[in-house]
């Protein structure tokens, strides 16, 4: 099992993987333009986003998705987990820890102050795993949203 | 009243309207390093947040920070209001719509499928203004940080 960066080729096998997630949080999953830009946007000159993945025995199981936010009170960047997705049959081997193993790592040669993500409300086994992670909910705060 | 790009000379000003949110919102202000990183981080090379701020009568009465994030399952950057804020004398004069106007023109120029911020729960008239807006808040969803 190792967790490296992902290469243009593993495309394919997140897409599927982003199928898996797509099913599991009830949203609707990239169509074909929508996949266009995502390749586009981790390996286009300019990238949006950055990608790991975890490879087992040769097959792509999991991804993450980050990239770099930026905290105006610490005056750091934040490391923010964008998607992080291990197929089903794979969990609760300790990929998940492994993925934030190396985030932590990355982050912290990036100088970020703090790493953030979001998790679905209904999502008890991600919210159990994250509080083990010694993680804060940031309860007192209301996230907006205005879509064009 | 006009909103515009920061200059590097603005910077007092934020400064000392930074000092004012950071009371109204009971966090510690930027101290000595934290400022030299805010100004690097608007104007070094590598820049990793953008300024607009609102100028009246040469004064300047408010700014914004900002900077994109990007949605996967949209496939679209996101532009995220990391900060917005006018002073208190001169806020219910319409400086905050003039602020969202021009943001969301930027977030058009820039492709956006959205735009984000947060803000904290008991800030109750920032949440009324934003729901004037036709902005929702996330309730699903639960914001999860890690410090380091």
């Given at each position: 099992m190792k967790i490296r960066k992902a290469k243009p080729k593993d495309f394919?096998?997140?897409?599927?993987l982003?199928?898996?997630?797509?099913?599991?949080?009830?949203l609707t999953?990239?169509?074909?333009?929508?996949?266009?830009?995502?390749?586009?946007g981790a390996f286009g000159k300019d990238p949006l986003y950055k990608i790991l993945v975890a490879e087992h025995k040769k097959e792509i199981i999991g991804y993450a998705f980050y990239f770099y936010t930026f905290s105006s009170f610490l005056a750091k960047k934040t490391l923010y987990l964008e998607d992080l997705f291990i197929t089903e049959p794979k969990r609760?081997?300790?990929?998940?820890?492994?993925?934030?193993?190396?985030?932590k790592k990355i982050a912290a040669k990036n100088k970020c102050g703090r790493m953030?993500?979001?998790?679905?409300?209904?999502?008890?086994?991600?919210?159990?795993?994250?509080?083990?992670?010694?993680?804060?909910?940031?309860?007192?705060?209301?996230?907006?949203?205005?879509?064009f």
């Amino acid at each position: 099992m190792k967790i490296r960066k992902a290469k243009p080729k593993d495309f394919g096998a997140i897409f599927r993987l982003m199928n898996e997630l797509a099913r599991f949080e009830k949203l609707t999953p990239p169509d074909k333009k929508a996949k266009k830009r995502l390749r586009e946007g981790a390996f286009g000159k300019d990238p949006l986003y950055k990608i790991l993945v975890a490879e087992h025995k040769k097959e792509i199981i999991g991804y993450a998705f980050y990239f770099y936010t930026f905290s105006s009170f610490l005056a750091k960047k934040t490391l923010y987990l964008e998607d992080l997705f291990i197929t089903e049959p794979k969990r609760r081997f300790g990929v998940g820890k492994l993925f934030f193993n190396e985030l932590k790592k990355i982050a912290a040669k990036n100088k970020c102050g703090r790493m953030e993500w979001a998790v679905l409300e209904w999502n008890k086994s991600a919210i159990n795993f994250y509080n083990k992670l010694n993680a804060m909910p940031l309860n007192n705060w209301v996230y907006y949203r205005l879509v064009f």
